[in-house]
Structure formats: C-alpha cells, structure tokens
C-alpha cells in the first residue's frame, strides 16, 4: 500500500483580495490550498503581494502552513515564511514565521531603496487560520 500524498492536487486559489492606496499601487491577499480532500491534513499558503498600479509585483511576503482538522477542532502544524523582491528599489531584510493554536503566520520586513541608497522599511504580519471544518482565512 503506497501512502497517499496531501500534496497530489495542484494547488487552487480559494481567495483573493486587493486593497488600493492612494498612489494606484495595491495590496493583494491571496489564499492558496494543496489538499486531498479526503484527508483532515490541509497544506496552504497566504501570499500578501505589492503591486503596482499596472498590477506588476514589487515584492510579496507569503506564509505557508499545515493544518490538521476534524471538524471538531483544528490545529496549525508547521509554518513557514519566505519572500522575495522582483526589483532594485525593495529588498526582503527579513523574514520569521511561528504558530499558535489554528494560525500560521509570517512577519516580512522590506526595505525601500533610491539608488541604492536605504529609505525606510516596511514590516507586514501575514496571517493564516483554518477553522475545525477545513475553512481557511
């Protein structure tokens, strides 16, 4: 008997927010899940992403989690945190991931840069639960 793997399907797009700044640019959540819906394992991801106003990406900060669930209670597992800058005028200091209870989180901290030179930085929590029936948030 081969075990079954919770990471066979592709990963589908559960959720999508955008939240507009003065400027044009944006901020856009979106929520991402890897699972056998067989399983009570649920592997899922929470990407915040800093775009600009034509929708290009500046830089994202992204936490990825495993939940076990039961429909009576839910755990978070594992998280992890990563992120990246597509551009010379941000990069990613730093990045730290934990848990508590039903909730994976990433804490990103990005550097805004004008030629090079260090301008300010911007630090962003991103957060990711998933409730006893399997609902991520």
Not at 52 to 67: E, I, M, P, Q, R
Request: one cysteine or more.
């Amino acid at each position: 008997i081969q075990p079954i793997s919770v990471m066979a399907n592709s990963n589908s797009v559960i959720h999508v927010t955008k939240e507009y700044l003065n400027d044009g640019s944006y901020f856009e959540t979106i929520i991402e899940s890897n699972d056998n819906q067989k399983s009570s394992i649920k592997n899922a991801s929470k990407t915040l992403a800093y775009k600009k106003a034509n929708g290009d990406t500046l830089w994202y900060a992204k936490v990825t989690a495993d939940f076990y669930y039961d429909g009576n209670t839910s755990s978070c597992t594992s998280a992890s945190a990563s992120g990246k800058s597509y551009v010379s005028e941000w990069k990613i200091l730093d990045t730290s991931s934990s848990r508590t209870g039903n909730v994976g989180s990433a804490t990103v901290t990005a550097g805004a840069y004008y030629l090079g030179v260090y301008i300010d930085s911007v630090t962003v929590k991103v957060l990711l639960s998933c409730d006893k029936n399997g609902n991520l948030s």
